[in-house]
């Protein structure tokens, strides 16, 4: 059984790509994710140099606009092929239906000739919110061509049950993003889950529970930390790498 941890980057931190690839690697991952932006040969240069992989590009959203979303898939695409990318993470701004179906097609479609996949995110904040309704999207988009991102925060805050994650097939999730979170301050989810997010272990979720029901049934792959942060942004960098490593690391051995 294995499993990779990896650090889904805080864009809003403004840390340059090679100071970050340094703190990664030293305090323990082994993949990085990038944004489109940062995702060219001479990122995947720096990622090498750093002994770190890229395991997944951000981020697709898909909504109704099929001009605007084939656009976005497209250089999406091209990132993931630059740095050499598994997967591209995409969120939904419109549901699966009978006219996003084929949408969705077209898109893991792109991915596919640039040796990716789509890593279908559900969000109780977007319009696929659970993960039954992230493996209908996984079904649309074509054998073989997208799994389940299944983030923590997203099935805790979200719609998905425990029922939910024994079930899934472990072959149909592309990845964990692995995070925790406080009670919440207010009403307002959107600045609860980009602001308040914190350290594995230092809020209220049973990430204990979450972690024991994939391993004991045998899955193995790769968990990002995602912890978006007002409060964790302003801590030195090597600092919060170092916490987002061994804080992940005790729940997934």
Known sequence: MTIEFALTPDTRR??????????????????????????????AR???????????????????????????????????????APWVLTTFASP???????????CAAMFAESGARMAVEFSPLGAVTSLPAALAVVEAAGAGRAGVLVDTWHFFRGDSTWADLERVPLD??????????????SDDAMHETMHRRVMPGDGEFALERFA????DRGWSGVVSVEVLSTE??????????????????????
Do not use: K, M, N
Not at 96 to 106: E, N
């Open 232 to 253: 964790l942004r302003e801590t030195p960098l090597r600092d919060f790498t170092d916490t987002a490593y061994t804080s992940t690391a005790r729940y997934w051995h």
């Open 212 to 215: 024991s029901t994939l391993l």
């Open 172 to 185: 149909a999730i592309a990845y964990v993003q692995f995070d925790d979170a406080p009670p919440p301050a």
């Open 96 to 106: 699966l239906d009978a006219a996003t179906g084929p949408l969705i097609a077209r």
């Open 14 to 43: 403004g840390t340059g790509l090679v100071e970050l690839v340094a703190a990664v690697g030293d305090a323990g991952f082994t993949a990085l994710g990038l944004h489109a932006w940062h995702s060219d040969a001479a990122a």
């Open 46 to 84: 720096v990622l090498a140099a750093g002994g770190l992989r890229c395991h997944e590009v951000l981020a697709l959203v898909l909504s109704a606009d099929e001009e605007a979303t084939l656009a976005q898939a497209g250089r999406l695409a091209e990132a993931a092929a630059a740095v050499g």
